[in-house]
């Protein structure tokens, strides 16, 4: 499928694998596709950033390929490695039947058999569906030096295996990075990027969302979960619950046939949307209650 013509018809595309977006999201992922500009989403777990590029490769027919990042992360895990083990096996062969001579047998060991392709490299092959999404996930977990490693793979698309030689993407894929904001990634690559911080939803666009996500639950009890998810955001919290934690919820209350909201009911599932005891032990009591009335309140008409 080729790229949206419009914001509208972002939004569109997004909205029909069940991502419900903002004019301001829809308007930066429409740019990004128009200049073949990578796309930087940051903001606080949950929000949706990961959904985003899962969303936009199914709406586009296009493959998606993720680069979870973590603490170490380095070149060569994230291009491509050597099958070590596979290429012992074949020298032992060799040995064992006294066949191949040294330079068949290098030119053999270093040929795609033996070859594993990680997630960069293969963003750079030719796909008959386009250009694939290349999601690179969390890349504030990673250090410095893979940031610049990055820049320069984000600057022309190709890289070099000494054995084999350059292989460069035919076309460049639509990449997305997303940074939960743990530390600050360096200016240079975000240069490169446009960027968009991706915000917890106000409440009718969580509604809509949820309405999207968990169709089965009624009107009442979506607005119910929405208003409380609000306003438990704005109490000191180590980690407040994201959209997918709304989401979550939101079945879980399904499945017990929960109607109505009741201290009760949120006491004995609080693990759907808190995931740090700290937090779930605030929320014992009386607090559970005090946060429902203020939901409860807030929904009544004024």
């Known amino acids: 499928m080729h790229h949206p013509h419009s914001i509208d018809a972002v939004q569109e595309t997004l ?3 069940g991502y419900v977006c903002g004019r301001a999201l829809a308007t930066v992922v429409f740019l990004a596709l128009k200049l073949g500009r990578p796309l930087f989403l940051e903001g606080e777990a949950g929000v949706g950033k990961t959904e985003i590029a899962k969303a936009l490769a199914a709406g586009l027919g296009r493959r998606l390929i993720r680069l979870q990042c973590y603490e170490g992360l380095d070149a060569s895990s994230a291009v491509y490695e050597w099958n070590f083990p596979a290429q012992m096996v074949a020298i032992r062969t060799a040995e064992a039947s006294g066949g191949a001579d040294r330079n068949t047998l290098q030119s053999e060991l270093f040929s795609d058999d033996y070859l594993i392709e990680r997630p960069l490299l293969q963003a750079m092959r030719p796909d008959e569906n386009g250009a694939p999404v290349l999601l690179i996930d969390e890349l504030d977990r990673t250090d410095e030096p893979f940031e610049a490693f990055l820049l320069e793979a984000l600057s022309d698309f190709q890289v070099t295996i000494p054995e084999l030689g350059t292989v460069k993407a035919p076309e460049p894929p639509i990449v997305i990075v997303t940074s939960n904001r743990t530390r ?3 200016d240079a690559l975000k240069r490169r990027c446009l960027y968009h911080w991706v915000d917890y939803p106000d409440f009718d666009r969580e509604i809509e ?32 619950p994201g959209v997918a ?20 009911v949120i006491g004995d599932t609080l693990g759907a949307i808190l995931k740090y005891q700290d937090d779930i032990q605030k929320l014992q009591g009386s607090e559970a209650k005090r946060i429902l009335d203020q939901a409860n309140a807030s929904l009544e008409p004024a």
């Open 184 to 186: 600050e990634v360096h």
């Open 245 to 264: 934690e709304t989401i979550d919820w939101a079945k879980c209350l399904l499945a017990l046939d929960v109607i109505n909201l009741s201290p009760e």
């Open 209 to 240: 969302i949820l309405n999207a996500r968990a169709p089965e639950a009624a009107e009442t009890l979506s607005r119910e979960i929405v208003a409380f998810v609000q306003h438990l955001r704005t109490e000191d919290l180590f980690k407040k």
């Open 15 to 17: 909205g029909a694998q």
